[in-house]
């Protein structure tokens, strides 16, 4: 996985104001469906850790995990058009 941080070659580029450029926002907005459907599946599973885990419980967790592998088939496959010039 590549960084979204870029230093720069010298240091008189360097800015450490605090706040991300506007590069890594864009970067963060492209990845938010995949951020979104990961913290869906950490809260699918952490509600069965206190307690048995039901059909229901079961389900929830498939299809968040669906819904995961189908952000990160999304994001490769844009990054994929981006990067060889294709429409995205």
């Given at each position: 996985?590549?960084?979204?941080?870029?230093?720069?070659?010298?240091?008189?580029?360097?800015?450490?104001?605090?706040?991300?450029?506007?590069?890594?926002?864009?970067?963060i907005e492209c990845e938010?469906?995949?951020?979104?459907?990961?913290?869906?599946?950490?809260?699918?599973?952490?509600?069965?850790?206190?307690?048995?885990?039901?059909?229901?419980?079961?389900?929830?967790?498939?299809?968040?995990?669906?819904?995961?592998?189908?952000?990160?088939?999304?994001?490769?496959?844009?990054?994929?058009?981006?990067?060889?010039?294709?429409?995205a």
């Amino acid at each position: 996985m590549r960084s979204i941080i870029t230093l720069p070659t010298t240091s008189k580029e360097l800015v450490l104001d605090g706040e991300p450029s506007d590069a890594e926002l864009d970067a963060i907005e492209c990845e938010m469906p995949l951020i979104l459907a990961d913290v869906e599946l950490l809260d699918a599973v952490i509600k069965t850790l206190d307690r048995p885990v039901t059909k229901l419980d079961e389900r929830r967790i498939r299809r968040a995990r669906h819904r995961v592998m189908a952000a990160r088939r999304d994001l490769t496959n844009r990054t994929v058009l981006t990067e060889s010039g294709g429409a995205a």
